[in-house]
């Protein structure tokens, strides 16, 4: 993994704030939080693990009157064990709030409700049920990507989509062990899988992977297979060469 690169100069779009935010998952972001929107479901957003803003800054943009954005990351704060010190330290030594804040607020008037503390802190700050879409990003450490799906469980409301940052990359194994730990024991049921994300529900995911099936083939940017696994229906994406263009904000 890269290391974090903080600039001091403002972006003027998305693609200028350095992260792994592909554009196949803003397509799918996109698209999830659209169809929350047509179906008038409420709710606030939250996200685990911020890096310099480039997810947050898009959800930001999917905010309703009377809904906020909630963010937790440690921005360089102590972390709370010596294995997430080790992993802090390598991959993002120069992450910092002010480059999240500078970031962020050259898209958007005012800043999310920022946590700065470990993910762990998020039950405590965030009502249960309160939320409609959870990104989580945070350690690949699988003993807190379990805890943060768990809390992510708890705050979603009905039919809430929760997002698994890293399910399958070769350097996060225990996000590949929490992430289908939570499929197979947990209840969780996954919509669809990006390269990099799994998306699910604790909801019938049915209506939603149907329509997300639908919306996907008429497309000729982005690869759809459907297959079975363990009792679960999988949808997989894939974004077709280069020709796979980010949605405007």
């Known amino acids: 993994m890269a290391t974090a690169q903080e600039t001091h100069e403002y972006p003027g779009e998305l693609n200028d704030v350095p992260g792994w935010f592909w554009p196949l998952d803003q397509v799918l972001f996109s698209w999830f939080l659209e169809r929350q929107e047509r179906l008038d479901t409420r709710g606030d957003l939250l996200e685990l ?7 947050a800054i898009l959800l930001g943009h999917r905010l309703r009157d009377g809904e906020k954005l909630t963010v937790c990351d440690l921005f360089g704060a102590e972390p709370p064990d010596a294995a997430n010190w080790a ?72 039919d809430g989509i929760v997002v698994l940052d890293d399910f399958r990359s070769e350097h996060t194994p225990g996000v590949a062990v929490a992430a289908w730990e939570a499929v197979l024991n947990r209840g969780l049921r996954p919509v669809c899988l990006s390269s990099q994300k799994l998306y ?13 099936i639908a919306a996907l083939r008429g497309r000729d940017d982005i690869a759809v297979t459907v297959e079975q696994a363990a009792g679960h229906r ?3 994406t894939r974004a077709k060469g280069k020709r796979l263009r980010p949605p405007s904000l």
């Open 87 to 158: 992993e802090a330290a390598k991959s993002y030594s120069s992450l910092t709030r002010q480059a999240f804040e500078r970031n962020y607020l050259s898209f958007h008037d005012t800043l999310p409700t920022i946590i700065q503390a470990p993910s762990s802190a998020v039950v405590d700050e965030v009502a249960p049920g309160s939320c409609r879409f959870v990104h989580v990003d945070a350690s690949h450490l699988y003993e807190h990507v379990a805890g943060d799906i768990g809390a992510a469980k708890r705050l979603l409301g009905p």
């Open 200 to 212: 699910g529900t604790w909801g019938d995911p049915e209506p939603v992977r149907e329509e997300l």
């Open 49 to 55: 693990g911020a890096y310099l803003g480039k997810s």
């Open 234 to 236: 999988l949808v997989r």
